[in-house]
């Protein structure tokens, strides 16, 4: 199982063809949390991609228009940006657009889904197996009242502002119960929250104290700060690893751990 489809795929692509193809043709689940680039721009470097014996089954939420999972991919492998074309390739794909649902994968493992907040339909994957569970939060925000909550606004409704805030603080609810007693939660952690105040509210990104705060309420063991913001260098991130780190302290029951290149992790 396969979640997203960024620059990475690449290398693991080519690990999969080096060390599973002697054991049979690769045989793929992939899940797509949303079709922004950054999360499917690895698609046409897959190496099982051009394999005839591969299948894929490819699923995920796609909001823009009438266009399909297949569509959006498969622009990618066009004329245009690339030498060769979805029709040409003899790989065996089957791609499933899903909403919020929860999937029987057979063998004992299963996947439920849930909306997070972000610019475009954007999905988490709670996968469960074997008593253990991993949580995938990777483009999100809290939810925010969307009513003015100015009395001196002239857009300002006192019903409408209270039901607003009601039905922010019932989604955010959601996905803590989403998140619940999770083994493994993986992140967006884009900002700290100060340069979330400043100018980012609404991006559609999260902070490092909110998803800190949010993984203590759901009782998380183990917390992966992801979706990190491209300026940050690698000194940088480990400072700031430390400094949450630091501010968690003893006791908690909560594991931090900055994503990394190459990463391993055991739920």
């Known amino acids: ?20 193809q002697s054991q049979g043709p690769i045989d793929a689940d992939i899940f797509i949390t949303h079709t922004h680039w950054d ?3 690895g698609f046409p470097m897959f190496s099982p991609l051009f394999h005839p014996a591969t299948k894929l089954r490819i699923r995920g939420p796609v909001s823009y228009g009438n266009e399909t999972l297949e569509s959006v991919l498969g622009a990618q492998l066009s004329y245009p940006y690339w030498p060769i074309r979805l029709k040409d390739l003899a790989v065996h794909i089957e791609y499933d657009q899903i909403k919020e649902t929860t999937l029987d994968m057979g063998g004992g493992l299963g996947v439920t889904t849930k909306y ?9 994957y709670r996968v469960e197996y074997q008593g253990k569970s991993i949580v995938t939060a990777y483009d999100t925000e809290p939810f925010h009242n969307l009513f003015p909550t100015d009395t001196g606004d002239p857009g300002f409704n006192e019903d409408a502002a209270r039901e607003g805030e009601l039905a922010a603080l019932e989604e955010n609810e959601k996905l803590v119960q989403f998140y619940r007693n999770a083994d ?16 980012k509210r609404g991006w559609g990104h999260c902070t490092y104290e909110y998803a800190i705060a949010t ?29 949450y780190r630091a501010q968690l302290g ?12 190459g990463l391993t992790i055991q739920a």
């Open 215 to 243: 993984a203590l309420k759901a009782k998380v063991k183990k917390l992966i700060l992801f979706h990190h913001d491209p300026r940050r260098t690698d000194q940088q991130l480990t400072a700031l690893e430390a400094k």
């Open 116 to 124: 997070l907040n972000h610019p475009v339909l954007c999905l988490g």
């Open 39 to 41: 999360h499917i721009m």
């Open 184 to 199: 493994v939660l993986i992140h967006d952690c884009q900002y700290t929250a100060a340069e979330y105040e400043a100018d």
């Open 1 to 20: 199982m396969i979640v997203d489809l960024g620059s990475g795929v690449r290398l693991l692509g080519d690990w999969l063809m080096d060390n599973y």
């Open 250 to 261: 003893a006791g908690t029951g909560l594991e931090l751990i900055m994503a990394r290149e």
